[in-house]
Nanobody, 113 residues
Framework: VQLVESGGGLVQPGGSLRLSCAASGFTFSWYAMSWVRQGPGKGRELVATITSGGGTNYADSVKGRFTISRDNAKTTVYLQMNSLKSEDTAVYYC????????WGQGTQVTVSS
């Protein structure tokens, strides 16, 4: 199983980024996928989840600003992040919600002027 995140970087407050997570090694369409973040000095926070059927859930802190989506044909899950704030600074991880729970290596998002 491989989960490879990309799309992180440095962005100014109010800006946008789109994260991608390319998955392989398991039947992607069968499983829910999540984005989890860990900010500096903080614990891990579940940001968003998308089910195999396309249903979504978001942390209150990102509702209305972030959108999770998936492309089963490309075995990729996305996180569109708009109106970014300094408190969104974190390493963002992609997670496959299988019984084992596979994780990517993470991508750094820094929101700063």
């Amino acid at each position: 199983v491989q989960l490879v995140e990309s799309g992180g970087g440095l962005v100014q407050p109010g800006g946008s980024l789109r994260l991608s997570c390319a998955a392989s090694g398991f039947t992607f369409s069968w499983y829910a996928m999540s984005w989890v973040r860990q900010g500096p000095g903080k614990g891990r926070e579940l940001v968003a989840t998308i089910t195999s059927g396309g249903g979504t859930n978001y942390a209150d802190s990102v509702k209305g600003r972030f959108t999770i989506s998936r492309d089963n044909a490309k075995t990729t899950v996305y996180l569109q992040m708009n109106s970014l704030k300094s408190e969104d600074t974190a390493v963002y991880y992609c997670k496959a919600e299988t019984s084992t729970g596979y994780w990517g290596q993470g991508t750094q998002v820094t929101v700063s002027s």
